[in-house]
């Protein structure tokens, strides 16, 4: 069973850096996407990056350029850097896994993943 455990939330001012973590086990990394969602209070879920697992990766225009994912593929651990924040950064970010059928680019579409964290809460003052 895929198990997946975001941690690294919290506050940040506008400019500051944070670090997401998800701490994945219980699955082969080669057969499947990595993803980091994020959703804010009245706002519909947001694909934010994602990852396959020899690197290849996606980013929405909203964040490209200040949000980095990257994976320890040793570690079994996803990363997501936040940098330059923003307060249209609040929300509370999932990390995700789908399994990737073969596919070359990680999708940033919800329904495409089946195994979801937790949530851990970034919140960006202004």
């Known amino acids: 069973q895929v198990q997946l455990v975001a941690s690294g939330g919290g506050s940040a001012q506008t400019g500051g850096s944070l670090r997401l973590s998800c701490a994945a086990s219980g699955y082969t990394a080669s057969t499947y996407f990595l993803a980091w969602f994020r959703q804010a209070p009245g706002k519909e879920r947001e694909g934010v990056a994602g990852?396959?697992?020899?690197?290849?990766?996606t980013y929405a225009d909203s964040v490209n350029g200040r949000l980095t994912i990257s994976q320890d593929n040793a570690k079994n651990t996803l990363y997501l850097q936040m940098n330059s924040l923003k307060p249209e950064d609040t929300a509370m970010y999932y990390c995700?896994?789908?399994?990737?059928?073969?596919?070359?680019?990680?999708?940033?579409?919800?329904?495409?993943?089946?195994?979801w964290g937790q949530g851990t809460q970034v919140t960006v003052s202004s």
């Open positions: 995700a896994a789908g399994l990737s059928y073969g596919g070359t680019w990680p999708p940033l579409t919800a329904r495409r993943y089946s195994v």
């Open positions: 990852i396959t697992s020899d690197g290849k990766t």
